[in-house]
């Protein structure tokens, strides 16, 4: 079945208008029970803030893509089916957002949050939905199992916690996830993946409607965080589709496609490598894995003396142009390896100008 534009729209609207009714509902909830995010010396807000915008993540996708794929079919037919991968999608993403409404709440060891985060990972491939191609990447095609399992399940976990761990400044999670999402809707629109594009679109509604709460809340009273219940959510769903993306295996898969593991990676690129190059670096300085600091890259840029919404700013451009370079650079004839490489040395260079660069405020 070829969908057309209005069912996407459609599920982009629902999506969106339930989260932004139900958002100062959710504040009003944290302002009662004191359901705050209390400042400290990592964090860069001073004040006390609701802490549970993201838990309408999960029900606006839901509501988003339930009441378009019936429109769409007309009620349950036969040629409406959900895979048992998707299934297990839904229930791996379940135990993300309860242990993530549990910490947010009541707080969660971060080596507890990461077993369950592993468990919920080790769905994927149990479904046999994994990295099984690497598309040419180092002259590497087909991969075993062997080595797509435990692979599948670190990029799961480094997606995770990337989109987590960059939750520092107001709008920098939520902004990058809509580019993220809105992108995945489109390409799996173009794929025909009429179910995978409306559980993108839909889940890109809510993320703008918190987007905005977030960003010009403080003037209604209702700025709200997403918490742990939202990044989690956010980095569990963007796996998924990431790599249910540049899978190249039907029936679970899509025909093979040459670009679609670059896509995929490109569009995860910023914070799964902002993540692992504060992971080198605690485990260069003898830090703690899990140990909080401010060492990530909207903290760097901060340090040299721009706001928050400049930050914002700064890391989104940085976003947008990789994606632009990385096409110029595919469509141009180069191959994946060298256009990763180039990745990691603008990524890094950036990070070296950040590091010694100080910017006046005068």
């Given at each position: 079945m070829v969908i057309n534009y209005t069912y996407i729209i459609i599920a982009f609207a629902i999506s969106l208008v339930f989260s932004l009714v139900c958002t100062p509902l959710v504040v009003r909830l944290c302002n009662t029970y004191g359901l705050y995010d209390q400042p400290n010396a990592r964090k860069v807000h001073k004040y006390s803030i609701p802490r549970l915008g993201g838990t309408l993540f999960m029900p606006s996708l839901g509501l988003g893509a339930a009441i378009t794929l019936l429109i769409m079919y007309q009620g349950i037919n036969k040629d409406f089916e959900i895979g048992l991968s998707n299934v297990m999608m839904v229930v791996g993403a379940i135990m993300i957002y309860l242990i993530g409404i549990f910490d947010d709440l009541k707080g969660m060891k971060a080596t507890h949050k990461?077993?369950?985060q592993t468990i919920a990972a080790?769905?994927?491939p149990l479904c046999n939905l994994m990295i099984n191609n690497l598309h040419g990447l180092f002259g590497i095609h087909e991969i075993s199992i062997?080595?797509?399992?435990?692979?599948?399940v670190f990029v799961i976990l480094l997606i995770v916690?990337?989109?987590n761990l960059i939750d520092g400044i107001d709008g920098l999670a939520s902004g990058l996830a809509f580019l993220i999402l809105s992108s995945f809707a489109y390409l799996y629109y173009e794929l025909h993946a009429h179910l995978f594009s409306i559980i993108s679109i839909s889940l890109a509604g809510a993320t703008l409607a918190f987007f905005f709460f977030n960003m010009y809340g403080k003037i209604g009273r209702l700025k709200t965080f997403?918490?742990?219940s939202g990044s989690l959510f956010l980095g569990y769903v963007i796996a998924y589709l990431a790599i249910k993306y540049q899978m190249s295996q039907e029936p679970i898969g899509f025909p093979y496609r040459e670009e679609s593991l670059l896509i995929s990676f490109t569009l995860v690129f910023?914070?799964?490598i902002d993540v692992i190059r504060v992971a080198?670096?605690?485990?260069?300085?003898?830090?703690?894995?899990f140990e909080p600091d401010k060492t990530h890259i909207h903290h760097r840029i901060m340090q040299m003396g721009l706001d928050m919404h400049q930050t914002l700013v700064v890391i989104i451009t940085l976003f947008i142009s990789i994606c632009l370079i990385n096409y110029g650079l595919y469509v141009g004839g180069l191959e994946t390896a060298y256009i990763v490489g180039i990745d990691i040395v603008i990524y890094s260079f950036f990070i070296w100008i950040v590091e010694n660069l100080k910017v006046s405020t005068t």
């Open positions: 990461f077993i369950i080790l769905i994927f062997w080595i797509g399992y435990p692979l599948t916690n990337a989109i997403m918490g742990d910023l914070p799964c080198l670096w605690r485990k260069f300085y003898g830090k703690a894995m």
